[in-house]
């Protein structure tokens, strides 16, 4: 089975948390958590980021924003154990590029036009805000604009009519509520935080629940920094939640995707094997049989490699099913929405 290349894109304002978020993400996965396992292609890379994160453990010193036209880009490799599943391809830019202009910088063209080849988009919502409005829903229009619901939304929606345009499949989402140490209140816990932004996600980001997409709704944190921490925090609050699952999400919803055109493929071979048999029975029959026998012989040969397709199909989409069911463990309990509804 070859291994398939997911592109991954992640869209939030300035400061929502999304390279800090990258730097957890790889230091849980390069560990390995339940079996999975990441690293980069490039070792120097995978030495780059540990560097950055090991200054967060060590130091407590935060990442640096990411500035115009210095976007990073990172090869991942996807593992269960020593099989690959996945390579990943990420870029870490500044959240400004989001809803900027063309001209103020090439970051800006490059995400649009990476967007439509995405297989998957997080929608990163900063904690901190949806706390804002869990505290007070009537600020609905000034966290949207916080959070540039209306940028991403439009990002979105022209990256899918695009992706349809070129005959490809809707990507996956995935709605990242960074920070989640700020969703707790003085009488809500992080848990009905949650379910409370779930029940307003309709209001909060109306994209998500559009016919045709699935959307993963997941808090992370990479500690309890509160609210206001400026470039460095206290080492002894890194404590990070949930930041592997929008991955295993990605991962899980491709695969999922690609069983149906995999079924396809099944049925093709079965139905040219049966084709093919029926040939060599009918050319088989009567007097005239004894002067066909090359004509079988080369049809024997269509039908053994009709035959080796459909084991190596059956055993394809088998693997692929086994993997679905493992990965769907480590979502268990968190929310997702298919076609506008809401499934648990
Ligand atoms: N409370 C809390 N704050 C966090 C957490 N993760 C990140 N932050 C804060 O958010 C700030 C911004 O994080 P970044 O990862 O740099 O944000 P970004 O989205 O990459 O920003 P740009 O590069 O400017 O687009 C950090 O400096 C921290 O102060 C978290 O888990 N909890
Ligand atoms: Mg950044």
């Not at 992706?163 to 848990?191: C, E, F, M, Y």
Request: aromatic fraction near 8%; charged fraction near 20%.
């Amino acid at each position: 089975m070859t291994t398939p290349d997911l592109t991954l894109t992640m869209l939030g304002t300035t400061s929502s948390g999304k390279t800090t978020f990258l730097l957890g993400m790889y230091d849980i996965l390069s560990t390995g958590v339940h079996g999975y396992f990441t690293f980069t292609e490039d070792p120097d890379q995978g030495v780059d980021l540990r560097d950055a994160w090991d200054l967060l453990v060590d130091e407590g010193e935060l990442p640096p924003p990411n500035v115009a036209d210095s976007s990073k880009y990172y090869r991942f490799v996807f593992n269960h154990g020593f099989t690959p599943l996945v390579t990943i391809d990420w870029m870490d830019y500044r959240g400004g590029a989001l809803d900027d202009r063309k001209d103020s910088g090439a970051d800006v063209s490059e995400l649009r036009t990476r967007l439509e080849r995405s297989d998957s988009i997080y929608l990163v919502l900063d904690g901190g805000s949806v706390a804002v409005w869990l505290d007070d829903p009537s600020k609905l229009a000034v966290i949207h604009k916080r959070l540039k619901v209306q940028a991403m939304s439009s990002q979105v929606l022209q990256a899918v009519t695009n992706r349809k345009k070129s005959g490809l499949p809707n990507p996956s989402l995935a709605v990242l509520i960074t920070k989640a140490d700020l969703l707790r209140g003085p009488d809500r816990s992080v848990g009905q935080a949650l379910a409370k932004v779930v029940e307003g996600l309709p209001q909060l980001l109306p994209v998500v629940w559009a016919e045709g997409v699935t959307t993963f709704v997941c808090p992370v944190k990479v500690g309890d920094f509160g609210a206001n921490s400026t470039g460095v925090v206290d080492v002894s609050t890194i404590d990070p939640v949930g930041l592997h699952r929008p991955l295993i999400f990605s991962l899980m919803h491709y695969l999922s995707e690609g069983l149906g055109a995999h079924e396809a493929q099944l049925a093709r071979a079965t139905a040219g094997h049966s084709e093919t048999e029926q040939q060599i029975a009918t050319l088989s029959q009567g007097f005239r049989a004894y002067f066909r026998g090359r004509q079988v012989i080369q049809l024997r040969g269509v039908a053994d490699s009709y035959w080796q397709a459909i084991a190596a199909g059956q055993r394809d989409i088998r693997s692929d099913q086994d993997l679905i069911t493992q990965l769907s463990q480590e979502l268990a309990g968190h929310p997702i929405i298919r076609d506008g509804k809401l499934e648990l």
